[in-house]
């Protein structure tokens, strides 16, 4: 017999966290995610997108064993946004048992019903920064990215069973870094730099704070049409850059500002250390740190986090100005692969840059939705 529990304690919001660990303790491909930063996703008072959220956290219980879990949400700025009624499932983990699946579904559908909502879409969490979409090609390929979802086969085919169809496609594509800079790229940079505008280098984490703000107000107004994105409030931004400002090199991390050092253009990449993260297993102490830091040197492949351009200026090639100098840190740490994240498949632009460049889509995720 299955039983569903709510999460309402932090026993169980530990039960809650910690079960991916056990559910893919033998998947070769899953990376597992630190342990201290799902607290920060998680736990209501380190994360501030609950405040403008409904959410549910449920665990499936089997003969006294816990078998699986699911998160609903529904981001009301999202949908006021947007004028939508939809809600999210999310974070979801089941082995293979149909039984499961559906109780964890059928029970998030029963609650976005009971709020009102007309439409359940997943998977999807507060917004895009969270792992979104089931994986649905390049299962035996290693996962290289923090922010992406690591799943089994059998949730596609669970999800499709319980009636959801597709709502879009996430594309992943990797790239041999070029040897030398392409000679359209060096074209284009110098005529950028001619025209007045200036480009942003690190070499110190401290130095990049005071960006941290400007970056997160340039995300809110370039990201407005990427599917499932939120405005973030400042209190967010904080929260999300203090997750992740830690674990980035700033020598990856390139803005492009005006004469008078407003924000234009700014792409934010960091060395696979995946390696790193499995040897880990979740936990920074009292090893894991030193995993990770010795992933950074044997890294051989950088991989794209965040990136934009303002909106009046894509056009002005400030995005080959940031891909130079990027090529060029690459070359110089002699890392020789590039990974694109993921691009929506409506994406035209981005993908048709990718695709000129020889990159080859390795992954592919799918976000679903279903009418309640």
């Known amino acids: 017999m299955t039983d569903l529990i709510e999460v309402t304690n932090r026993n169980e919001l530990k039960t809650f966290i910690k079960l991916p ?8 491909q899953w990376l597992p995610p630190l342990m201290s930063d799902e607290w920060k996703v998680f736990d209501k008072s380190k994360n501030h997108s609950f405040e403008h959220c409904d959410t549910i956290m449920l665990l499936a219980k089997k003969e006294a064993r816990v078998v699986g879990r699911i998160m609903g949400i529904v981001n009301h700025v999202y949908n006021e946004g947007h004028d939508e009624r939809n809600a999210r499932f999310c974070f979801m983990e089941t082995y293979d048992d149909s039984e499961v699946f559906d109780m964890l579904i059928a029970a998030i559908e029963e609650w976005a019903k009971n709020l009102g909502m007309e439409k359940l879409v997943g998977p999807l969490g507060f917004s895009d920064k969270d792992p979104q979409g089931f994986l649905i090609e390049g299962f035996d390929d290693p996962m290289s990215v923090m922010v992406t979802n690591s799943s089994f086969e059998h949730m596609v085919n669970h999800t499709e069973r319980n009636g959801f169809a597709k709502k879009l496609d996430l594309f992943q594509y990797r790239s041999p870094i070029p040897d030398v800079i392409p000679e359209f790229y060096t074209k284009v940079t110098d ?7 200036k480009l942003v280098e690190f070499d110190k984490s401290k130095n990049i704070r005071q960006y941290v703000k400007p970056a997160f107000d340039l995300i809110n107004e370039t990201y407005v049409d990427i599917y499932g994105f939120a405005p973030l409030q400042d209190i967010e931004a904080k929260e999300f850059s203090e997750r992740f400002l ?3 090199n700033p020598k990856f991390i390139k ?4 004469e008078k050092g407003k924000m234009l253009a700014f792409v934010i990449a960091m060395p696979d250390i995946s390696e790193g993260f499995k040897k880990a297993n979740g936990k920074l102490f009292p090893f894991g740190f030193i995993h990770i830091l010795r992933s950074f040197k044997k890294a051989t492949q950088l991989n794209l986090l965040l990136g934009c351009v303002k909106d009046n200026i894509r056009n002005s090639g400030l995005d080959a100005l940031l891909a130079t100098s990027l090529f060029k840190s690459a070359k110089e740490a002699k890392l020789t692969t590039l990974d694109s994240h993921l691009i929506m498949e ?3 632009k981005m993908r048709a840059l990718m695709e000129r460049q020889d990159y080859s889509i390795y992954k592919k995720y799918r976000i679903y939705e279903k009418e309640l």
């Open 21 to 28: 660990y056990t559910i893919h303790k033998n998947h070769k």
């Open 191 to 197: 005529r950028v730099l001619q025209r007045g505008f």
């Open 246 to 248: 830690p674990l980035l």
């Open 255 to 258: 803005m492009v500002t005006d």
């Open 346 to 348: 409506d994406n035209t």
